[in-house]
């Protein structure tokens, strides 16, 4: 009962904070851009030549068609739940791994804390997109499941360091040492004592993954190394870029994806500051 | 300063270094085929009847050295990679792949730089004064603009900035980093590289602003409860003073910690900022490069960003005592 309570109250919490309502808000007009959207929008004007090229909004075409003949707002419509399909995939996998390490390396110590804690600073150190360029340009012609796998690979840092340092300080706590003491096994401690408790800072790193994802995920594709038959957001600007959709004036073929990126990294941002406040209660009091 | 924390630092440099060069070279081997066949099959689709094809073959065949074990194979590479042979550019061929780099390399680390620079000392500024509790309201105001800014990354920014800028008001030039053939530096030269290096910097200082305040303020707030800024204030020094000595000084110790992390995340955005702008950096010459598909350059680049993050943040971790007794008590 006064766990349920406990959790009411932090739901409260969180949607009492002005910032993670409107974050909220806006990701979901964003899914519903993808859920909704295609109740309205024929999502296979999104395929190459399906429609007539280089026209500009219209009745017909509320937000015109690029130069390869795909319907914008189609486009958006298919390509925003790819967009964040990616990015949640990426960012679940990332802090799954990056919990596992974080609670091996700071609960047991040793050297298997001082092999991980070196690599975690060694690929802090690695810009992302250096070794997501190397990846990438080897294993051509990406999905958008293999895009996810691959940025990953390059988003368990920060959790693991977040959780490893949360963890150092819960073993020490007295209930943790009971346990030790009453002769449960280092897994159920692990997963008993001490996983409740990293959860509120585990799911704030998710949300700071899914962004960081989502990041690395544009930057391959705006450099043209993304999935080519699929209407992602990235891949849209890649095209435009191509196609010189700025200097020729369509702007409504590089806006919208630009907006809804927007949109989107503006609203990750909210949710993860706010969910901050929510699982550092040190931040919450000083400010 | 130990001799023990300059070692530490100068042995994760090296593992950092050692960690991309291994990455560049396992992971073309994980994929399937083997690279020469990529290479032969890329000049074969760009119709190269020219006399270098052999060459560039024969010299990949050797410097790949395919038929020896896995472990001499890999110890060349490396040692070669440390010699900054990078092998032969496809695109760009007969010049080698470090050659190409080091003629981008200077624009990308002057625009990084500069740009860097400026969002740091901007934004820590901004940062110092959205927490402390005698700034002007106008300045609080600014809060959520910046938070908002921190969260856009730099490169749809560019482009925003792009379209407003050069293209609807034509203030500033499209893109490339000068007119005319060659750079020149005489007072008009100078200003005509400002000029087109105005737009780039400005999408990377936007950014960065608002990301600095944000770090800063949470910083300030820390340091604001401290007994030594009660004494300050107790002793009558002037609020300037005390803002600039004693809060933003000790405020600022963390900010330099995530100069270091934020590096990396910079590079790769100033990559893509550049290929915004047609920028003659790192970044434009990787787009080139993926375009042609030049793997070998692609992963030169690749290795270089690694190298020159890894220098810069050596250099503040040595930095970095000087500015903060502590660790040098340590």
Redesign the interface.
């Known amino acids: 009962m006064q766990f349920l309570r406990h959790i009411l109250a932090s739901v409260g919490r969180v949607f009492a904070s002005l910032r993670m309502t409107i974050g909220i808000v806006l990701m979901l007009l964003l899914v519903g851009i993808g859920t909704v959207g295609p109740l309205f929008v024929d999502v296979s004007k999104s395929d190459p030549i399906s429609v007539r090229t280089n026209q500009p909004p219209s009745a017909q075409h509320p937000l015109g068609t690029d130069s390869g003949g795909r319907e914008l707002v189609a486009v958006m419509v298919a390509g925003t739940p790819q967009t964040l399909r990616m990015g949640v995939l990426a960012g679940l996998i990332g802090v799954a791994v990056g919990v596992t390490l974080g609670l091996v390396s700071g609960y047991f110590g040793g050297w298997p804390d001082r092999v991980i804690s070196t690599v975690t600073d060694v690929m802090l150190t690695i810009p992302p997109l250096a070794i997501l360029l190397v990846i990438a340009a080897s294993v051509k012609a990406v999905n958008v499941e293999m895009l996810a796998v691959i940025i990953a690979s390059l988003s368990w840092m920060y959790a693991a360091r977040v959780v490893r340092a949360q963890v150092l300080t819960l073993r020490e706590q007295n209930y943790v040492q009971m346990a030790r003491l009453s002769g449960m096994s280092n897994f159920n401690i692990i997963f008993r004592e001490i996983l409740p408790n990293i959860v509120p800072i585990a799911f704030a790193a998710l949300v700071g993954a899914i962004s960081a994802a989502i990041l690395s995920g544009i930057g391959i594709e705006v450099l043209g190394l993304g999935p080519q038959d699929t209407p992602t957001l990235g891949m849209t600007i890649y095209w435009a870029l191509l196609y010189s959709a700025f200097s020729r004036g369509m702007w409504w073929w590089w806006l919208p994806p630009i907006v809804i990126l927007m949109l989107l990294f503006i609203a990750l941002f909210l949710i993860s500051s706010a969910l901050d406040d929510v699982a550092n209660p040190r931040l919450r009091s000083s400010q | 300063m130990t001799w023990g924390y300059v070692l530490r630092r100068l042995a994760?440099f090296v593992?950092?270094l050692w960690?991309?060069v291994t990455?560049?070279f396992i992971?073309?081997r994980?994929?399937p085929g083997d690279p020469t066949a990529a290479v032969l099959e890329q000049l074969a689709a760009r119709g190269q009847q020219s006399a270098g094809a052999g060459d560039i073959v024969a010299a990949y065949r050797a410097r790949f050295g395919l038929d020896d074990p896995i472990l001499l194979q890999y110890w060349r590479y490396v040692s070669n990679t440390f010699r900054l042979d990078l092998g032969t550019s496809i695109s760009y061929f007969p010049q080698s792949v470090s050659g190409s780099i080091l003629m981008a390399l200077p624009w990308t680390i002057v625009l990084l730089g500069v740009a860097t620079v400026i969002a740091f000392g901007v934004g820590s500024l901004l940062g110092a004064l959205l927490a402390w509790p005698g700034s002007p309201r106008a300045v609080k105001a600014l809060a959520p603009l910046l938070?908002?800014l921190?969260?856009?990354?730099y490169?749809?920014l560019a482009?925003?900035v792009?379209?407003l800028l050069a293209?609807w008001t034509g203030i500033f030039p499209?893109g490339g980093a000068f007119s005319g053939q060659a750079p020149s530096f005489t007072p008009a030269g100078l200003l005509d590289l400002a000029d087109h290096a105005f737009l780039p910097a400005l999408s990377i200082v936007l950014a960065g602003v608002g990301f600095w305040a944000l770090g800063m303020r949470?910083a300030m707030?820390?340091v604001l409860g401290e007994d030594f800024l009660t004494l300050g204030e107790a002793k009558g020094l002037p609020p300037g003073k005390v803002f600039f000595g004693y809060a933003m000084r000790n405020a600022l110790l963390p900010q330099v910690t995530s100069l270091?992390?934020a590096?990396?995340?910079a590079?790769?955005?100033s990559?893509?900022v550049e290929?915004?702008f047609n920028y003659p950096g790192i970044g434009y010459l990787?787009?080139n490069a993926?375009?042609a598909s030049d793997?070998f350059l692609?992963?030169g680049?690749?290795?270089f960003?690694?190298l020159t993050?890894?220098v810069a943040?050596l250099a503040l971790d040595l930095v970095y005592p000087l500015l903060d007794p502590r660790i040098r008590r340590q």
Do not use: E
């Open positions: 994760m593992v950092v960690g991309a990455i560049n992971v073309p994980l994929a938070m908002v921190s969260a856009i990354p490169y749809l482009l925003i792009l379209y293209i499209l949470g707030i820390g270091a992390i590096l990396g995340t590079a790769s955005g990559v893509l290929v915004a990787l787009y993926l375009r793997y692609v992963q680049i690749a290795f960003l690694v993050v890894a943040v």
